[in-house]
C-alpha cells in the first residue's frame, strides 16, 4: 500500500518491522507479555483497516488508520523494552524515544 509504505518510510520505519520484533522483552515463560501484544494485536488491525481503505480508495481513511497502526506498534515496541511510552501521538516523538533506548530506527 503505497500511503503506508511512504507514512512508515519518512518517519524511517520499515513497513512490518515494527511488527515482527523477536527481540521484546517475555513473560517468565517465554511469551511476548500480553500488554505487548495487545499493541500490536491492535496496530495488525489497523494496518488491515488501512489497506482495506486504500484498495477502496478512501484514501484520508488509509492514512489515519496507518498512522494509528504506526503509533501503536512504537508503542508496542516501548513497552516491550520495558518502557513507558510518552503520552503522545507524534510518531516523531514515539520514534525519539526508541532512539533514546538505543533502537536504531
Avoid: C
Avoid at 33 to 46: C, I, N, T
Amino acid at each position: 500500500m503505497a500511503s503506508l509504505q511512504l507514512l512508515l518510510n519518512k518517519r524511517g520505519i520499515a513497513r512490518d518491522a515494527a511488527l515482527q520484533a523477536p527481540w521484546l522483552s517475555l513473560d517468565a515463560g517465554g511469551a511476548m507479555k500480553p500488554q505487548v501484544e495487545a499493541w500490536l494485536r491492535q496496530a495488525r488491525d489497523d494496518l488491515a483497516m488501512a489497506r482495506l481503505a486504500d484498495e477502496a480508495r478512501f484514501h484520508t481513511q488509509a492514512r489515519y488508520h496507518a498512522s494509528q497502526a504506526a503509533e501503536k506498534a512504537l508503542k508496542g515496541l516501548l513497552i516491550g523494552l520495558d518502557l513507558e511510552p510518552p503520552r503522545t501521538h507524534a510518531l516523531e516523538r514515539l520514534v525519539e524515544s526508541l532512539r533514546e533506548a538505543g533502537v536504531e530506527v
